[in-house]
């Protein structure tokens, strides 16, 4: 099978014209900036942009008899929201001063490690990275009358959904490798051993790194978290089992506020819906299940090419198929194994596993994403 394998460039100046917004590099974390590379500026906000994947803020800052517009990258609207900023809190004509990182292509772009209203000294826009919620104690397994466990609210009047993973990079486990949150190989030369990829698939994930992962689908063009990367993502995912129909939608709370569906229906794996998607790859590709015990075991293919599976970039083709198990061993922990089976991509089947912590009594927060960069 011919493997279509592509990648999105990213371009990434900033035209410098007072008051004007420029084009350039948005990532939905500071990749795109070096944190060795630091710098603080004072000038006057021409603009906000209060939008996703992530707000920024124009200032112009003067020098000499003229003045540059520089764009200033903050967090996404859901954090920002959460700690109490708004689209309000500062204004056109207010003098900021902002400290931050620069930005690797050495456009006038800088991402905002203090931001304060000059005039007052206060500081806006911090926000404090979320921790999961203290357990008391050990609570049983919720579970439905037939005794199956349940993977969503444990009450028709309870809510809440699954977040704070453990882990957030897609490695095989048993592997230590060091890594940021988002993938990032702190070594590029533990690359091979990330997982068994081949030598094309190799290639391609040291590029994406190399390029610090600048060429994500999901932030440049807003494709979806397909595969193990919605259960990466910070804003978590929800499980609604409609077990009259004998299915159960997940819902996602980051990239696209996208759902899937998991059929426990008997049905043949890859098996689409006649004249709808029944001949058409898809990002979530299809998934059948069953219970074995106490864990849902699913199973997934029919995945389209187009999209980033995991943070950190690594490669899959149309013939990535998935074996995910969901376990739920106490009320707060989902158990979650995914076995990656890609022979266009990989030498062999490999797995990686890690938990998830119920957030109780909240509803599901919702990035919604936003294609707003040229």
Same mark, same amino acid.
């Given at each position: 099978?011919?493997?279509?394998?592509? /990648?999105?460039?990213?371009?990434?100046?900033?035209?410098?014209?007072?008051?004007?917004?420029?084009?350039?590099?948005? &990532?939905? %974390?500071?990749?795109?900036?070096?944190?060795?590379?630091?710098?603080?500026? /004072?000038?006057?906000?021409?603009?906000?942009?209060?939008?996703?994947?992530?707000? &920024?803020?124009?200032? =112009?800052?003067?020098?000499? =008899?003229?003045?540059?517009?520089?764009?200033? *990258?903050?967090?996404?609207?859901?954090?920002?929201?959460?700690?109490?900023?708004?689209?309000?809190?500062? &204004?056109?004509?207010?003098?900021?001063?902002?400290?931050?990182?620069?930005?690797?292509?050495?456009?006038?772009?800088?991402?905002?490690?203090?931001?304060?209203?000059?005039?007052? !000294?206060?500081?806006?826009?911090?926000?404090?990275?979320?921790?999961?919620?203290?357990?008391?104690?050990?609570?049983?397994?919720?579970?439905?009358?037939?005794?199956?466990?349940?993977?969503?609210?444990?009450?028709?009047?309870?809510?809440?959904?699954?977040?704070?993973?453990?882990?957030?990079?897609?490695?095989?486990?048993?592997?230590?490798?060091?890594?940021?949150?988002?993938?990032?190989?702190? =070594?590029?030369?533990?690359?091979?051993?990330?997982?068994?990829?081949?030598?094309?698939?190799?290639?391609?994930?040291?590029?994406?790194?190399?390029?610090?992962?600048?060429?994500?689908?999901?932030?440049?063009?807003?494709?979806?978290?397909?595969?193990?990367?919605?259960?990466?993502?910070? %804003?978590?995912?929800?499980?609604?089992?409609?077990? *009259?129909?004998?299915?159960?939608? *997940?819902?996602?709370?980051?990239? =696209?506020?996208?759902?899937?569906?998991?059929?426990?229906?008997?049905?043949?794996?890859?098996?689409?819906?006649?004249?709808?998607?029944?001949?058409?790859?898809?990002?979530?590709?299809?998934?059948?299940?069953?219970?074995?015990?106490? /864990?849902?075991?699913?199973?997934?293919? !029919?995945?389209?090419?187009?999209?980033?599976?995991?943070?950190?970039?690594?490669? &899959?083709?149309?013939?990535?198929?998935?074996?995910?198990?969901?376990?739920?061993?106490?009320?707060?922990?989902?158990?979650?194994?995914?076995?990656?089976?890609?022979?266009?991509?990989?030498?062999?089947?490999?797995?990686?596993?890690?938990?998830?912590?119920?957030?109780?009594?909240? %509803?599901?927060?919702?990035?919604?994403?936003?294609?707003?960069?040229?």
């Amino acid at each position: 099978m011919k493997l279509r394998v592509s /990648t999105a460039l990213a371009a990434a100046s900033l035209l410098a014209l007072v008051g004007s917004r420029a084009s350039l590099l948005a &990532h939905h %974390e500071p990749l795109a900036f070096d944190d060795t590379k630091k710098q603080t500026i /004072t000038g006057i906000v021409s603009d906000v942009d209060w939008k996703n994947p992530h707000v &920024h803020v124009y200032v =112009n800052v003067k020098k000499a =008899n003229d003045a540059e517009n520089w764009a200033v *990258e903050l967090e996404d609207i859901l954090s920002l929201t959460q700690s109490g900023w708004n689209e309000d809190t500062v &204004h056109p004509g207010d003098q900021v001063t902002v400290s931050g990182l620069l930005a690797r292509n050495g456009s006038r772009q800088i991402w905002s490690q203090s931001f304060k209203l000059t005039k007052t !000294g206060k500081e806006v826009f911090a926000v404090t990275e979320a921790k999961p919620p203290a357990l008391i104690a050990k609570r049983p397994t919720p579970r439905w009358p037939d005794n199956t466990p349940k993977l969503g609210a444990p009450s028709a009047s309870a809510q809440g959904y699954w977040a704070f993973p453990s882990k957030t990079v897609l490695m095989e486990d048993g592997k230590n490798i060091a890594a940021s949150k988002w993938g990032l190989l702190k =070594n590029i030369s533990d690359a091979p051993n990330v997982a068994p990829m081949q030598p094309w698939a190799l290639a391609l994930y040291k590029e994406r790194q190399k390029r610090f992962l600048a060429d994500d689908p999901m932030y440049l063009n807003c494709k979806p978290p397909g595969g193990p990367r919605q259960f990466q993502l910070a %804003e978590g995912v929800q499980f609604v089992e409609d077990r *009259e129909r004998q299915r159960i939608f *997940e819902l996602l709370g980051g990239g =696209n506020t996208n759902y899937r569906i998991i059929y426990l229906d008997g049905r043949k794996a890859n098996t689409g819906q006649v004249g709808g998607d029944d001949d058409n790859p898809l990002y979530y590709g299809r998934a059948v299940a069953k219970w074995q015990g106490d /864990t849902l075991v699913s199973d997934t293919e !029919g995945f389209n090419e187009d999209f980033w599976f995991t943070n950190g970039g690594l490669p &899959h083709t149309d013939q990535l198929k998935l074996t995910e198990r969901f376990t739920r061993p106490d009320l707060d922990t989902l158990n979650y194994e995914v076995s990656i089976d890609d022979p266009g991509a990989y030498t062999r089947p490999w797995k990686a596993s890690w938990t998830m912590r119920w957030v109780a009594d909240q %509803e599901l927060p919702r990035q919604l994403c936003q294609d707003n960069r040229p």
